[in-house]
């Protein structure tokens, strides 16, 4: 170990059945180097459980059974859909490296949340550094700005964090698509948290038989990695930067091998969205609108 982040691509021989994308490790805290890296595409929802899903990793969205399907358990088609999207689309230039994490069946479009609805979500505040809200607020701002994605924050939340964890939940949160998720965790309740990994993003795509679009999402940060980093200013711009990152994963971008990209998955040093990470964003933010989910 030479203090640089350990990690794996997520191959057959490595990935849990039904887990897509792939998983890395975090950053080792020891020896300051900087924590930003760390992530997993959570695998929401049903996939889980189906287990040995097709998962074209980059190629497409792969099947997502029980949401692919007939419309059940799913909410109200269009709940909270505007007719035009909600924000400014952003002009980023095409430069330095990104790519996503999924794509549409004609292999070039990405797969993108809804742009004429925003994306809300809720925080479980259990086990959240110091000064947590207003972390957050700017990851959350960067990203909404560098996408033109309307994000609202929908409050607290008690939903524990969950591998299989169900895109609609009418008795939590109403007819509607749950909101993405966001919790500080521990290895135990996450075991992808496991070692030095200090975060997990990802978000469920769903088609109504359109184009598949994200409905929902989870991002998840290692509580005990956040509280001992929290405690500088340095530190509290790694868990900014990991907070971007991972939320950089939910709206669908993928890692990749450029150290100037926050989404280089060992971008030590790297805490500022690059250029290409920027283009890419800007991308996710003209997704397809689709009232029919
Ligand atoms: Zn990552």
């Given at each position: ?68 399907g007939p419309a059940t358990g799913r909410p109200t088609p269009g709940s909270g859909a505007a007719d035009a999207p909600l924000g ?206």
């Open positions: 170990m030479d203090g640089r982040v350990q990690e794996w691509h997520g191959g057959p021989l490595t990935r849990p059945a039904g887990w897509p994308g792939s998983r890395h490790r975090a950053p080792s805290a020891a020896r300051g180097v900087l924590a930003v890296a760390l992530v997993l595409v959570l695998s929401l929802g049903a996939a889980v459980l189906a287990g040995g899903l097709p998962w074209p990793g980059t190629a497409g969205p792969g099947a997502w059974p029980g949401v692919s400014q689309p952003v002009d980023a230039p095409a430069t330095g490296t990104w790519d996503f994490l999924r794509y549409q069946d004609d292999g070039v479009t990405p797969v993108a949340y809804d742009p004429c609805r925003p994306v809300r979500y809720v925080v479980r505040p259990d086990g959240a550094p110091p000064g947590a809200d207003r972390l957050v607020a700017e990851a959350v701002a960067e990203v909404a700005a560098a996408t033109g994605l309307r994000f609202v924050h929908d409050g607290a939340t008690d939903e524990a964090y969950s591998e299989s964890r169900p895109p609609h939940q009418p008795g939590r949160y109403g007819d509607r698509w749950a909101p993405v998720l966001l919790t500080w965790a521990t290895p135990a309740e996450a075991p992808g948290l496991a070692g030095p990994v200090a975060g997990l993003g990802g978000s469920h795509p769903v088609t109504a038989g359109g184009p598949w679009v994200y409905v929902t999402g989870a991002l998840t940060v290692d509580a005990a990695w956040a509280a001992t980093a929290a405690r500088s200013p340095d530190g509290r711009a790694d868990v900014r930067a990991v907070l971007v990152h991972e939320l950089a994963h939910v709206v669908g971008l993928a890692h990749v091998d450029d150290p100037a990209e926050l989404m280089h998955p060992e971008n030590d040093g790297q805490r500022e969205l690059g250029g290409g990470d920027r283009a890419g964003l800007a991308r996710l933010g003209r997704g397809a609108c689709e009232p029919a989910l």
